[in-house]
T-cell receptor, first 113, second 111 residues
Framework: NAGVMQNPRHLVRRRGQEARLRCSPMKGHSHVYWYRQLPEEGLKFMVYLQKENIIDESGMPKERFSAEFPKEGPSILRIQQVVRGDSAAYFC???????????FGSGTQLSVL | RKEVEQDPGPFNVPEGATVAFNCTYSNSASQSFFWYRQDCRKEPKLLMSVYSSGNEDGRFTAQLNRASQYISLLIRDSKLSDSATYLCVVPRSGGSYIPTFGRGTSLIVHP
C-alpha cells in the first residue's frame, strides 16, 4: 500500500515561470492538505481539499496560487509567475476523513532562481 | 496566545536521559491532538496521538492538560536516534478541521 506520493522531489524554476506540484494521496484517502515550510520555520497551512472540492483555502495567497483535486488523478498545487519568496518545501498530506491522522508525502523542494 | 506554541530549544541531552516538551494551545474546544516527528529536510511522521487519559507507547508518553491548555511529550531513556524536531499539532479554532502545527522543538541526543 503506497504512501502519499509527491512529485517532483525537487523543482527549479526561474522567476516568472509556473510551478506545478503533484500529490497522490494514500489509497482510500479523500482528504488532502497542502502545507508550506520555509527554512527554520514550522509548517504553514495553505489549502484543504476533498475530491473535486476546495474546503478551505484561507492559508493560500489569493494571487498566483491555486489548487485542485480532480475526480481522477492527483491533487495539483499550481504557482504562477513564481518569485524568489516562493522557494520553500511544499508538503502534501492525506487523511481518510475529517479529524483523522494526516500522512505526509516526502515533499517538493521548490527553488526559484 | 498563539494557536500553537512550542519552545524551539534545542534541548541537548545525553543518551539515557529523560526529556519533556510542552506545547500550549489557544483553542479550548480542540478535541484531537498529535505529536509528529520531523527529521531534517524530511516529511513529518506521526509519533503519537494524545488522548484525554494520556497515551504511552514504549519510551514515549503524551499527556493532555485541558485546564491549562497544554500537551506534553515525555521521552525516557533517550537514544541517539531520537534526535529530531518534535511538532505539536492542534486543530485550528473555527471553521473546517485544519491541523495547525507548532514550530517544533529541536532535540539533540549526544553520546
Amino acid at each position: 500500500n503506497a504512501g502519499v506520493m509527491q512529485n517532483p522531489r525537487h523543482l527549479v524554476r526561474r522567476r516568472g515561470q509556473e510551478a506545478r506540484l503533484r500529490c497522490s494521496p494514500m489509497k482510500g484517502h479523500s482528504h488532502v492538505y497542502w502545507y508550506r515550510q520555509l527554512p527554520e520555520e514550522g509548517l504553514k497551512f495553505m489549502v484543504y481539499l476533498q475530491k473535486e472540492n476546495i474546503i478551505d483555502e484561507s492559508g493560500m495567497p489569493k494571487e498566483r496560487f491555486s489548487a485542485e483535486f480532480p475526480k481522477e488523478g492527483p491533487s495539483i498545487l499550481r504557482i504562477q509567475q513564481v518569485v524568489r519568496g516562493d522557494s520553500a518545501a511544499y508538503f502534501c498530506a492525506s487523511s481518510p476523513g475529517s479529524e483523522k491522522t494526516l500522512f505526509f508525502g516526502s515533499g517538493t523542494q521548490l527553488s526559484v532562481l | 496566545r498563539k494557536e500553537v506554541e512550542q519552545d524551539p530549544g534545542p534541548f541537548n541531552v545525553p543518551e539515557g536521559a529523560t526529556v519533556a516538551f510542552n506545547c500550549t494551545y489557544s483553542n479550548s474546544a480542540s478535541q484531537s491532538f498529535f505529536w509528529y516527528r520531523q527529521d531534517c529536510r524530511k516529511e513529518p511522521k506521526l509519533l503519537m496521538s494524545v488522548y484525554s487519559s494520556g497515551n504511552e507507547d514504549g519510551r514515549f508518553t503524551a499527556q493532555l492538560n485541558r485546564a491549562s491548555q497544554y500537551i506534553s511529550l515525555l521521552i525516557r531513556d533517550s537514544k541517539l536516534s531520537d534526535s529530531a524536531t518534535y511538532l505539536c499539532v492542534v486543530p485550528r479554532s473555527g471553521g473546517s478541521y485544519i491541523p495547525t502545527f507548532g514550530r517544533g522543538t529541536s532535540l539533540i541526543v549526544h553520546p
